[in-house]
T-cell receptor, first 113, second 111 residues
Framework: DAKTTQPPSMDCAEGRAANLPCNHS???????VYWYRQIHSQGPQYIIH???NNETNEMASLIITEDRKSSTLILPHATLRDTAVYYC??????????????FGTGTQLKVEL | DAGVIQSPRHEVTEMGQEVTLRCKPISGHDYLFWYRQTMMRGLELLIY????????DSGMPEDRFSAKMPNASFSTLKIQPSEPRDSAVYFCASSSGLRQFFGPGTRLTVL
């Protein structure tokens, strides 16, 4: 699986957009970009995933660059409840590993008043 | 659906004792994963099953750890004998596609 690089921490004001970057310069053509988050003391929670097109759901938007070497997760209106560690994971959808995920250290997002 | 259910939520035991963690996956999911999370090592995959069959146990730290999935609705992770360095939060997750759904975790403390 391709390695990902994320900033260790970010701050965001409540109500503003939170833009979380992720670099995955060694991504392969069949690898998806997944985002999960982990709120303190809870299990990780799926947010969104994409291959090459931008994606949006009720939680967030995912912007993937044309060369697919980086992506940005956007929380359009961050709230205090969005304070969490956000993990960017690259994973192929098929193969012997099923959908096994490898979590890195993620980005600690702190949303403040 | 109630989501992934794990029990117990907290476990405190003494070194040398046997510990059994339990997981009930979401009905219909055909993949089940066991993860361990510590401050030092982060979130790491221990083992995963597909249709009740263990597929990859390369993350299991040593022979003291064992996992079973006797049927589609139940899995156990056993540590025998337990050691203080096994203290961690253990998560179970299940999946039927690209998304994994995690349980609330079991916080294990080995004294």
């Amino acid at each position: 699986d391709a390695k990902t690089t994320q900033p260790p921490s970010m701050d965001c004001a409540e109500g503003r957009a939170a833009n979380l970057p992720c670099n995955h310069s060694t991504i392969s053509g069949n690898e998806y970009v997944y985002w999960y988050r982990q709120i303190h003391s809870q299990g990780p929670q799926y947010i969104i995933h994409g291959l090459k097109n931008n994606e949006t759901n009720e939680m967030a938007s995912l912007i993937i660059t044309e060369d697919r070497k980086s992506s940005t997760l956007i929380l359009p209106h961050a709230t205090l409840r969005d304070t969490a560690v956000y993990y960017c994971i690259v994973r192929a959808t098929a193969g012997g590993g099923g959908n096994k995920l490898t979590f890195g250290t993620g980005t600690q997002l702190k949303v403040e008043l | 659906d109630a989501g992934v259910i794990q029990s117990p939520r907290h476990e405190v035991t003494e070194m040398g004792q046997e510990v059994t963690l339990r997981c009930k996956p979401i009905s219909g999911h055909d993949y089940l994963f066991w993860y361990r999370q510590t401050m030092m090592r982060g979130l790491e995959l221990l083992i995963y099953f597909n249709n009740n069959v263990p597929i990859d146990d390369s993350g299991m730290p040593e022979d003291r750890f064992s996992a079973k999935m006797p049927n589609a609705s139940f899995s156990t992770l056993k540590i025998q004998p337990s050691e203080p360095r096994d203290s961690a939060v253990y998560f179970c997750a299940s999946s039927s596609g690209l998304r994994q759904f995690f349980g609330p975790g079991t916080r294990l403390t080995v004294l």
